[in-house]
């Protein structure tokens, strides 16, 4: 099976920018979580998607929403972007919950200018 | 919210000896704590987990260990070689059941192994 994999690998934007990244689950998952790393805070929870639905999500801001479509691919959106927003962003996949093993994708590497 | 406590920050062991990684988590509902393994560049990779119903797991060098009690949960390599050389996270989460699905993964802040040749 393929793994996950995630779209862009690199982004640029400025302060204040909106970004889109996606991110495309192992086949036959239905869960998708995303997560924020960072040198400082570590790998941090954004939000998990299930069945197109969010079930549990982090302690972050508004301005990071995402969501899930029938084929378990999923999309986190940032916008009014801050120079504290630039991190790796990693989705990982799993069957049914975040309690199975979750496969990790190898991230996009966001840089808020 | 959970919260995981990792310690050390860094640890440099010798080629051959063993390395011992802790975590700590503040919330008892916690009952999924897996280890992962992150090279520099690279994704974390998961090379063991463990749940609240069993103590310890084994996996040929690696073993996990799990206290419930003092909520606490270790990671432990022996025979270590070069190419164990890596960051390790360490995480927790609660399952809700019912299809309710779990809270998300709280990692620990990572340890950087260092294996000396």
């Known amino acids: 099976k393929a793994g996950v994999t995630q779209t862009p690998r690199y982004l640029i934007k400025t302060r204040g920018q909106q970004v889109t990244l996606s991110c495309s689950p192992i086949s036959g998952h239905r869960s998708v979580s995303w997560y924020q790393q960072t040198p400082g805070q570590g790998l941090q929870f954004l939000f998990e998607y299930f069945s197109e639905t969010q079930r549990n999500k982090g302690n972050f801001p508004g301005r990071f929403s995402g969501r899930q479509f029938s084929n378990s691919r999923s999309e986190m959106n940032v916008s009014t972007l801050e120079l504290g927003d630039s991190a790796l962003y990693l989705c990982?996949?799993?069957?049914?919950?975040?309690?199975?093993?979750?496969?990790f994708g190898p991230g996009t590497r966001l840089t808020v200018l | 919210g959970e919260n995981v406590e990792q310690h050390p920050s860094t640890l440099s062991v010798q080629e051959g000896d063993s390395a011992v990684i802790k975590c700590t988590y503040s919330d008892s509902a916690s009952n999924y704590f897996p280890w992962y393994k992150q090279e520099l560049g690279k994704r974390p990779q998961l090379i063991i987990d463990i749940r609240s119903n069993v103590g310890e797991k084994k996996d040929q060098r690696i073993a996990v260990t799990l206290n419930k009690t003092a909520k606490h949960f270790s990671l432990h390599i022996t025979e270590t070689q070069p190419e164990d050389s890596a960051v390790y996270f360490c995480a927790a989460s609660i399952y809700s059941g019912s299809g309710g699905g779990a809270d998300g993964l709280t990692f620990g802040k990572g340890t950087h192994l260092i294996i000396q040749p």
């Open positions: 990982a996949s799993s069957q049914r919950q975040s309690t199975d093993t979750q496969y």
